[in-house]
Each structure stands twice: as C-alpha cells, then as structure tokens.
C-alpha cells in the first residue's frame, strides 16, 4: 500500500503542474483568474475544481499545494488523504516522498564513497556492477562511468516505462536486468541528456559497495555530512 500511495503521490506533483497549465492556458482571453489584486479566490475554486476531477479520474490518493505570491503564502490546502486506508486527510504538513531531491543525496553519497576511495567515478561502471550491459547504437568504445551517470552523459533513455507506474515495483536494483534488452540513446560524454535510470544505477552501486540498503546508507551518508557540518 506504501509503494501505492508513493506513486500515487508522485502522479499528484505531476497533475499540480498540469492542472496550473491547463488553467493558464485553457482560460479565455482577458479573463483574470483573481477576483482583484490580491484575491484569489477565483483561481483557488478553478484549480481545485481541475485538482479533484483528475485525482478522480487518475486514482490519486492524495496530494498538497501552496500557491504563493512574492514571499506569502496565500493559500495552501491539502486533497484527498494522507492514508486511506486509516481515513487520515491530506493538508498542507503532509509529508511525502522526497522524489527528485533523492538525485541530489545519491550523489553525495557516491561522492563520499569516492573520498573513502572505495569508488573511482572515471573507472568503467562494470567495475562495480558486473552485470551492466547496454545495447549500443553507436560504435563509440567508451565505457559508461559513475561520472557520465552522475552528470547524466551516459547516453541511456530517460526512463524505462515496463513498470514504472506498476502498484507492486519491483527492487530498482533489478534495472540492471531490464537495461540488458534496451539501447542507449547517445554514444557517453557527448550529449547531456536527464537520465533517471542513471540515477538508479549509481543507486545500485552504493548500495553494492557500502553492503548496505541503499536506504540505509543514505541514512549515515547525512548523518556524516552533519557531522562534517560541525
């Protein structure tokens, strides 16, 4: 139920956007989506409007939003709930999953492992994942490194969609099996180019080389970096 209500909350970040697009784009010309300056009262009814219509439609749980303008925040509210299955509501403290952050930690985690010397990020990915394997459109011989992964010059797609939404995912270490019958996009360090699955693989490495939960680790990798801090 927890992968469930984490995809599902991701799928919510994504319909905000879409929503606010919509909107803006959707609305007659001329037509102010504020009853006046400062009242926004009109845009809270017609983006909420949208908001519950697609959580409906797209099984969304639940999902929070701010709007704000300048510095103030004029109006934050939470949809649906926070667990379903406990009839807890969502609002606008409801905490959810750190999503694209998480590319941030997992570099500095793999860059903590570098400083210990237990990675070389310029050194051939098989180094550390022996069964990474690629199909390549390109006859470039360069291997793909934790460097290209991390930058994302690796040259791989953006994402792998067999099961990306699936209400039961399987470990993201298996990635490493499913990249076996997918091709890159690019030869590496040539084209920049966002890669979640490079993210993912370097997710992998960390957790192979520190032999803990990728989690885990993540977990004293902070607590490091707090106490570097100090």
Known sequence: MESVRQDRSRLGIVLLCSAIVLLCCADAPGRSLTG???DYTRTQQDIAGVIEQAMHKNGVTGLSLSLVDDQQVVWAQGFGYADEANNIPATPE???RVGSISELFTATAAMQLAEQGKI???RPLQTYLPE??????F???KPITL??????????????????????????TTIVDVLQNEYTSYPPNVVWSFSN????LVGHVIEKISGEAFATHLQYSGYLLQKKAK
């Open 36 to 38: 006046g300056h400062g």
């Open 94 to 96: 409801t905490v959810y």
């Open 120 to 122: 070389d990020i310029d």
């Open 132 to 137: 990474f394997s690629v199909k390549r459109r």
């Open 139 to 141: 006859t470039d011989p």
């Open 147 to 172: 460097r290209h992964l991390m930058s994302h010059h690796a040259g791989l797609p953006t994402n792998v969609l067999k099961g990306m939404w699936s209400t039961t995912p399987a470990p993201f």
């Open 197 to 200: 699955l490079g993210v993912t």
